[in-house]
């Protein structure tokens, strides 16, 4: 059984730093990108970044998160980081990761394997 859950959300000040996992089991990573979802209230789910499989490389979703996200892949321990800095109010939402076979999509609903979320709330 295919499992995709998201740990790591918080509270934090305008300017700080929060790193989300994405553990997965029951698949072969290698084999999935790995997408990084979020959703602001009152907004759709849109894309942040994404991972290929197979050291695919990296897409990034909205040009304003480029310099302050980072996503780091441990195929060992099946597992995608997100890692945030320099947070912004903006950032506020909650934050969902998913697998589909093969390359990334922008599109949520292409993803077979979905996280439940994690809230992330920056505060200014």
């Known amino acids: 059984q295919v499992q995709v859950a998201e740990s790591g959300g918080g509270s934090v000040q305008s300017g700080g730093s929060l790193s989300l996992s994405c553990i997965t089991s029951g698949l072969t990573f290698d084999n999935y990108a790995i997408g990084w979802f979020r959703q602001a209230p009152g907004k759709e789910r849109e894309g942040v970044m994404c991972?290929?499989?197979?050291?695919?490389?990296?897409?990034v979703y909205a040009d304003s998160d480029k310099s302050r996200f980072a996503i780091v892949r441990d195929n060992a321990r099946k597992t995608l980081f997100l890692q945030m800095s320099n947070l912004k109010p903006e950032d506020t939402a909650s934050y969902y990761c998913a697998a589909k076979y093969g390359s990334c999509s922008g599109s949520w609903a292409v993803y077979a394997y979905r996280g439940k979320g994690t809230q992330v709330t920056v505060s200014s």
């Open positions: 991972s290929n499989s197979k050291s695919g490389g990296i897409i």
